[in-house]
């Protein structure tokens, strides 16, 4: 599969949101964490160690959720998006000096995976908002040992229909770039060099009071980054009407009248294979032209063709 960016996210764009990484992690991504730990029962050797990439975005409180039930795994925390963001990632998760566990329990090392040392990689809620995934899956792979596993979550296409509604009602651009399917994700995987991938996915609604409390949690979630979305001035009465639309259109009878959001969020996981052996040339194996004629000289002669 060749290389190229999602058709509908701006790569400078993106590559602005994710250097803007810092605390506190989103209340989502921290749900989708503790969701996606539980399936690391599925897993049926727990990992010797593994890597955290991005935890600030993917989840702080969620790193200390699966290291406490991989209480026997080593730690590497690997924060991509800045200084800032590793700061805070080493305020949070190194533990002090005074403290037992420190020195007892396994190592929590923040720095870059070396290549092919890790038994897991979580990569938890960043997926969808990077412009390049074929080239994160393949750090992701070379940072795996062979049978070592990723585990990863992200947003797929149902995420926001209600307000892609909204915004064509009104006549306006996509307020999101396209997320992708779960099954696109598992063919890129393939690609990368994963084997047996496992796609599956859930919905979350979430519910608001006010149309100001929900554009303020899509803020700390992440940026539209398709390339035709509104440019950044655009004026108070822009957000009223926004906010008058979303208050007509979004109010849901199921949940009491609050305004309700769908996300769809996509689980995977999938394994690193243990490189095939190279065949050794022509010492155990025989033409069927050179295995024919020793069966007919061995039968001449009374013996047993070899197999």
């Known amino acids: 599969m060749p290389e190229k960016s999602p058709p509908t996210i701006d790569a400078v764009a993106a590559a602005r949101w994710h250097a803007l990484a810092q605390e506190p992690s989103p209340w989502l991504h921290e749900e989708v964490a503790r969701r996606m730990q539980e399936r690391l029962s599925w897993i049926v050797v727990p990992p010797g160690n593994w890597c955290d990439w991005d935890p600030v975005r993917g989840g702080l409180q969620a790193h200390a959720l699966v290291a406490a039930g991989l209480p026997k795994a ?87 229909r209600e307000l892609r509604a909204v915004y064509a009602r009104l006549g306006w651009p996509e307020p999101s770039h396209t997320f992708t399917d779960m099954h696109d994700w598992g063919d890129m995987l393939a690609a990368a060099g994963f084997a047996e991938p496992v796609m599956d996915m859930e919905r979350i609604i979430l519910t608001f009071t006010t149309p100001a409390r929900l554009l303020e949690e899509l803020r700390g979630l992440g940026r539209n980054l398709h390339p035709q979305r509104f440019p950044a001035l655009r004026g108070r009465h822009w957000k009223q009407r926004l906010e008058s639309a979303i208050a007509e259109q979004l109010a849901d009878e199921n949940n009491g009248g609050q305004l309700a959001l769908t996300f769809e969020i996509i689980y995977g996981h999938a394994f690193k294979p243990t490189p095939r052996a190279p065949r050794e040339q022509r010492t155990w194996t025989k033409t069927r032209t050179e295995y024919l004629a020793q069966v007919g000289a061995n039968q001449s002669v009374g013996h047993r063709p070899d197999a």
């Open 74 to 160: 080593e730690q590497w925390v690997h924060e991509t998006t800045g200084a800032p963001a590793r700061a805070a990632a080493r305020a949070r998760l190194q533990r002090p000096w005074w403290r037992a566990a420190r020195w007892l329990g396994p190592s929590v090392h923040f720095a870059a995976p070396a290549p092919a040392s890790m038994q897991m990689v979580w990569a938890n809620m960043g997926l969808h908002m990077t412009a390049q995934p074929q080239a994160l899956m393949a750090q992701w792979h070379q940072a795996l040992g062979p049978d070592g596993f990723v585990m990863f979550s992200c947003l797929g296409p149902d995420t926001l």
